[in-house]
């Protein structure tokens, strides 16, 4: 399956701007590039409009970045992931009301008041698949550069495109031996990069407070 990166357009300089903290601007930066592709994916996947899609991003983004900023994040309340998610559950059920409103129809949302943790809960599903897709893909993207480019397109073809073994040794003119070994040595550093994504993607970014006027 290729690899299909979010493009943000003028959404990253919108949030960077509303931030407006240049002595971390590239710590801003990468808070961006790791959560706008997330948030924007689960507004999709939610039925939202590409440019209500951008919306999400931004407002969700900003009003995160506020709170770190001023580490009103509560640690303890569980997965940084779940939080992102709720705040744009929020945000596109608003957006869901305000389109409704606009077209003069009606809208029930039986999602607004849900627990995310709770059984059956079809929203949390869909942010929990967004962010696993978004692990995998940044998984990958990472071990391209830790193997050689035929141990990956081999891996990538048996492990996760999931080709029958004839058809990868036919695409890439591999023997068979050469198909189970780069799957049996590449396996073990892919589920290690994922659990080292999982664990910094999963916790609120360390961007440390602007420096007291005056101060260098």
């Known amino acids: 399956m290729p690899l299909s990166p979010y493009n943000p357009g003028e959404t990253r300089s919108s949030v960077l701007a509303a931030i407006r903290d240049p002595a971390n601007a590239t710590a801003w930066e990468r808070f961006f590039d790791q959560y706008a592709p997330f948030l924007h994916a689960l507004a999709l996947r939610r039925g939202l409009r590409r440019e209500d899609a951008e919306d999400v991003v931004q407002t969700v983004l900003v009003e995160v970045a506020g709170k770190i900023r001023a580490f009103d994040y509560d640690r303890t309340r569980g997965r940084f992931h779940d939080w992102l998610a709720e705040a744009a559950r929020f945000r596109i059920n608003d957006l869901f009301r305000q389109n409704a409103r606009r077209e003069g129809r009606e809208l029930p949302l039986p999602e607004a008041g849900t627990d995310p943790a709770a059984p059956g809960d079809a929203f949390a599903d869909a942010a929990e ?11 990958l993207e990472r071990l391209r550069g830790r193997v050689s480019r035929r141990q990956f397109e081999l891996f990538h073809a048996a492990a996760i495109a999931e080709w029958p073994v004839a058809r990868v040794m036919r695409t890439y003119g591999a023997s068979r031996d050469a198909v189970y070994q780069a799957k049996h040595r590449v396996t073990p550093l892919y589920r290690d ?15 440390p407070p602007p420096s007291p006027p005056g101060e260098t």
């Open 129 to 139: 698949a967004e962010w696993l897709s978004l692990l995998r893909q940044r998984a």
């Open 193 to 207: 990069i994922l659990r080292e994504i999982r664990t910094e993607l999963d916790s609120p970014p360390a961007i």
